[in-house]
């Protein structure tokens, strides 16, 4: 089946700093993914849409310019979480849909904590 | 998007039988209903999906009524590993499928 790799796994960074995660389509081509955000306890919420080869599209609310995704190919999307402070400290999550199918394959998710 | 309502949480024990039900009142016609289940610090898993009837594969099996308004994800002999979050989750099928909005979830907790 469908496989959506994360990386980092976690990620421990100084406040002030930059952090990149990588999210990749193992074995299918996605145009589309998908970045959400799980903070302790709650529900995931939707950040933005990754459009390959074009600008994300971002829910309301999430700042563009601190949460810069780049989707460069049709299996790779990164979210950079710019000059982080601890309240980005989170559980991020990407996914993606095979274009034959109409569910969406979750990465394993990466935790950021910022000091 | 279609809203959904679901149990906080619910409790059971190995072996017994587990039922979910979620309530999307407003699902649209071009609307499938969608089930995962994530657990702590990992990304949510698919689990059964469904448009209309029944549905069932080698994990759960999904009861939608005719009106659609509902659903029911049915765990068969749960066993502790089932210990999770279940999500329920409408959208639009096609090439529209992708933005999810996820609800509270319910937390299903198994007990020995």
């Known amino acids: 089946g469908a496989v959506v790799s994360q990386h980092p796994s976690w990620v421990i960074c100084k406040s002030g700093t930059s952090v990149k995660i990588e999210c990749r389509s193992l074995?299918?081509?996605?145009?589309?993914m998908f970045w959400y955000r799980q903070f302790p306890k709650q529900s995931l919420m939707l950040m933005a849409t990754?459009?390959?080869?074009?600008?994300?599209?971002?829910e309301q609310g999430v700042e563009k310019d601190k949460f810069l995704i780049n989707h460069a190919s049709l299996t790779l999307s990164t979210l950079t979480v710019t000059s982080a402070h601890p309240e980005d400290s989170s559980f991020y999550i990407c996914?993606?849909?095979?274009?034959?199918?109409?569910?969406?394959?979750f990465g394993a998710g990466s935790r950021l904590t910022v000091l | 998007l279609a809203k959904t309502t679901q149990p906080i949480s619910m409790d059971s024990y190995e072996g017994q039988e587990v039922n979910i039900t979620c309530s999307h009142n407003?699902?649209?016609?071009?609307?499938?209903i969608t089930w995962y289940q994530q657990f702590p610090s990992q990304g949510p898993r698919f689990i059964i999906q469904g448009y209309k009837t029944k549905v069932t594969n080698e994990v759960a099996s999904l009861f939608i009524p005719a009106d659609r308004k509902s659903s029911t994800l049915s765990l068969p002999r749960v066993s502790l590993s089932d210990t999770a979050v279940y999500y329920c989750?409408?959208?639009?099928?096609?090439?529209?499928?992708?933005?999810?909005?996820f609800g509270q979830g319910t937390i299903l907790t198994v007990h020995p």
């Open positions: 407003n699902i649209a016609t071009n609307d499938y």
């Open positions: 074995d299918f081509q996605a145009t589309t």
């Open positions: 990754s459009n390959e080869g074009s600008k994300a599209t971002y």
């Open positions: 996914s993606a849909r095979d274009s034959g199918a109409n569910v969406l394959t």
């Open positions: 989750l409408v959208s639009q099928g096609g090439t529209s499928y992708g933005k999810l909005t």
